[in-house]
């Protein structure tokens, strides 16, 4: 067992993983810290299980649209312990599967918490363990608010492993995790309250999808506060008391409460100061090549100040090894990263919002296509299911600038025009061409 190697990598997540598994590929003798479960949080509390949850939750909304086309359900139920133990069994297979991957390429690993002892060294434990190169991939942690009866909430780590699903559940933050909770959660027969001290849900997402999206969840029963924020937690014989204030100054009774305001990096006992590496509360400071101030020392997902998304980590630690021991530099282009929100109805967005796109060019020089149909797969349905398409176009070049999307298949949607987009595909291009019919995405081409 060597205590010197060429790249040690702190922290096994998705990122962390592309980065010890790329390195040997250049021949490098790797070596990964991980003081939990590897996977980090994609696999063990983020992506992964959460879209397992999404994917039980969507077998409600299956059931019934069945009914609508001629189907008999004759029973109806959702056993949350036999979900619970399907997913673990799934997420197990998953960091076996990671396990197994590092063994092959050669990749040491290494169980314990890491803190540096300068900007070489690294102590896990007893063991002193010097390194040519370090990355640090550390990822992110909810934030639980400045609360009076904060204890009595759960956070996304929490939630995964309730003994049982709550009839009342208060969600405080609307953002993505937010509302894909509060979505998941009515389909499992929950009530479910959404609070949010911004004047929409979803923050930072363009206002056509958010306004649609609110609206949808609205029809779905989930009431969602908007300028409102929580005051005070306080236990009683019925549940939890939420105080509120703002817009909606009440109280509020919960038997749950989710937290789900944001997160911030893991970087409390990581020794940073004695390596000399800057950092703020809210990131380690990074250049474009994902380096620190201290040479030999790289950053990367959610513990920088970039785009905290699984696919963003991955493609900055696959960078991070071929600038090191590929001797290829290149930056991580941000402008075109698609993101996605889970709910049902499912959102997605490439690109530009169109208040982004009136901020850069100015009003007068954007033009934005908002387009909404009913899908056929909802024919025979009476439940709102109407798709929202929206393009940001720059009226001069033409090209499209942003796309966002509201409904059945979003996220798949937007993939396919992730490429494109980037690329600057105009509008009459997707004007001449000729999609798959009959499918929601063919709509796209027909939008203008």
Known sequence: MSDTYDFLVIGAGSGGLAAAKRATQYGANVAIVEQEHLGGTCVNRGCVPKKLMVYAADVAHQMQLAKTYGWQIQQQGFDWQAFKQARDQEIERLRQVQQTALQKAGVEQIQGHACFVDAHTVRVGERSINAETILIAVGGQPIQPDLPGIEHTITSREIFHLATLPNRLAIIGAGYVGVEFASMMQSFGCEVTLLNRESCILPGFDQDLTGTLRKRLRQRGINSLCNTTAKAIQKSPNGLKLTLTGDHSETIVADTILCAIGRSPNLENLGLDKAGIRYSKKAIEVDDYSRTNQPNVYAIGDCTNRLPLTPVAIAEGKAVADIVFGKQPRKIEYDYVPSAVFARPEAASVGMTEAQANERFGTENIKCDCTTFHPMLYSFSESPSSMLMKFVIHQKTD??????????????????????????????????AIGIHPTSAEELFHSF
């Open 399 to 432: 090209r499209i600038l942003g796309l966002h999307l509201v409904g059945e298949h979003a996220a798949d949607i937007i993939q396919g025009f992730t490429i494109s987009i980037k690329q600057g595909i105009t509008r009459q291009a997707i004007t001449d």
